[in-house]
Nanobody, 125 residues
Framework: QVQLVESGGGLVQAGGSLRLSCAAS????????MGWFRQAPGKEREFVAA???????????RNADSVKGRFTVSRDNAKSTVYLQINSLKPEDTAVYYC???????????????WGQGTQVTVSS
């Protein structure tokens, strides 16, 4: 059974930083692309970032202006964990952040089969 468990969310002031973690089990981590999505209050869930099996990262071009230079996705295959570093947090980053897993970088951005339960990030102004 695949399990993805996010951690690292919380309440932070604007301008602060957070590192979200997602620990995976029940799958061969190194053979899966990993991704992050977020869902803000009243909005649809959106793709944020993903990292391939080989470590290549990609970010949602639709919100590139708002996340560029602030969000960094990385992975540690030895720990079966993927990370999302978020710097210079803004109130509009407030959302539930979800981890996802899929066999490749294309699927991870659209319909990943595996999801975590999410971790809340709240940014106060």
């Amino acid at each position: 059974q695949v399990q993805l468990v996010e951690s690292g969310g919380g309440l932070v002031q604007a301008g602060g930083s957070l590192r979200l973690s997602c620990a995976a089990s029940g799958l061969t981590f190194s053979r899966h692309a990993m991704g992050w999505f977020r869902q803000a209050p009243g909005k649809e869930r959106e793709f944020v970032a993903a990292i391939s099996r080989s470590g290549s990262s990609t970010y949602n071009p639709r919100n590139a202006d708002s996340v560029k230079g602030r969000f960094t996705v990385s992975r540690d295959n030895a720990k079966s964990t993927v990370y999302l570093q978020i710097n210079s947090l803004k109130p509009e980053d407030t959302a539930v952040y979800y981890c996802a897993a899929a066999r490749d970088l294309v699927i991870i951005q659209t319909t990943p089969p595996y999801w975590g339960q999410g971790t809340q990030v709240t940014v106060s102004s």
